[in-house]
């Protein structure tokens, strides 16, 4: 049973790092890719980055400069490291496993950026 | 990127049949997928590569279209079926529609 968790501060001031880790089980990250997605309070959803089976990594071209996606394949943990955090980048940030499609989700986390 | 346009809301009648519209800004083959989010949950598949029904769905959701044109049909729909709904493309990087929220009248 394929499942996704994702955790991190709920909170985080601007100008600051965002650090979220997302715990998977049910599948192996060397064999299948896992990619963040995030949607601000009451809009849709943009696709943030992706790290591959090989542990390559995409990001989005508007967050490229701010992004980084790593993993522990021994822990299952995908994590997401954001830095320059600005009130625009207040969401809730999911974890999803892909195939082409985003076939499992995490619940959510919601970030939220203020003083 | 690849821009997805849906119509912003739709209202139906239970029982109706109901269409929801994605037109992408350039070809993305077959590799478009449906999404039903409620609030306070997270997206929920409902069909990959434009026509397949993901697992658990019932038949009355279905997909179809290819190349930039895309279509999701609800028939018939019920009340639960008062989500918003995503396109999302998978030719290129990424890219979703800005959701088509369905209400019952």
């Known amino acids: 049973q394929v499942q996704l968790k994702e955790s991190g501060p709920g909170l985080v001031q601007p100008s600051q790092t965002l650090s979220l880790t997302c715990t998977v089980s049910?599948?192996?990250?060397?064999?299948?890719?896992v990619h963040w997605v995030r949607q601000p309070p009451g809009k849709g959803l943009e696709w943030v980055g992706a790290?591959?089976?090989?542990?390559?990594?995409d990001y989005n071209s508007a967050l490229k400069s701010r992004l980084s996606i790593s993993r522990d394949t021994s822990k299952s943990q995908v994590f997401l490291k954001m830095n320059s955090l600005q009130t625009e980048d207040t969401a809730i940030y999911f974890c999803?496993?892909?195939?082409?499609?985003?076939?499992?989700w995490g619940q959510g986390t919601l970030v939220t950026v203020s003083s | 990127d690849t821009v997805l346009t849906q119509s912003p809301a739709l209202a139906v009648s239970p029982g109706e049949r109901v269409s929801i519209s994605c037109r992408a800004s350039e070809g993305v083959n077959s590799y478009m997928h449906w999404y039903q989010q409620k609030p306070g949950q997270q997206p929920k598949l409902l069909i990959y590569k434009a026509s397949n029904l993901a697992s658990g769905v019932p038949a009355r959701f279905s997909g179809s279209g290819s190349g930039t044109d895309f279509t999701l049909t609800i028939d018939p729909v019920e009340a639960d079926d008062t989500a918003t709904y995503f396109c999302q493309q998978s030719w290129n990087d990424p890219t979703f529609g800005a959701g088509t929220k369905l209400e019952l009248k």
């Open positions: 999803t496993y892909y195939g082409y499609w985003f076939a499992y």
């Open positions: 790290i591959w089976s090989g542990g390559s990594t």
């Open positions: 049910g599948f192996s990250l060397t064999s299948n890719s």
